[in-house]
Nanobody, 125 residues
């Protein structure tokens, strides 16, 4: 089993920044992909950003490209999502997801093996 714990959410004004963290523990594979998804009230969970084990491959949703940056520290088994220039439409619960093995960065919920409990991000206008 793998446990994922997110932190760093909160309330911020439009134009502000937040950094989310996702710490993994347990039986992680020697290489795994980590991604961030988000879900706003009444909407489906959507892909935000993902990163391969080496950090050499990254993917972003068009809606966050240029504003969000994903990174990882494998020594700490932690992935970060730096969110700048936040907009009210970024308001959602943000989830960390992990896919064991492989180097691809899937963008669909069903392709991930483990999920965190989520952290709320609220952007006020």
């Amino acid at each position: 089993q793998v446990q994922l714990v997110e932190s760093g959410g909160g309330l911020v004004q439009a134009g502000g920044s937040l950094r989310l963290s996702c710490a993994a523990s347990g039986r992680t594979a020697r290489s795994y992909t980590t991604a961030w998804f988000r879900q706003a009230p009444g909407k489906e969970r959507e892909f935000v950003a993902g990163i391969s084990w080496s950090g050499g491959s990254k993917g972003y949703a068009d809606s966050v490209k240029g504003r969000f940056t994903i990174s990882r520290d494998n020594a700490r088994n932690t992935v970060y999502l730096q969110m700048n220039s936040l907009k009210p439409e970024d308001t959602a619960v943000y989830y960390c997801a992990l896919k064991q093995w492989g180097t691809a960065i899937p963008r669909t919920v069903l392709q991930y093996d483990y999920w965190g409990q989520g952290t709320q991000v609220t952007v006020s206008s």
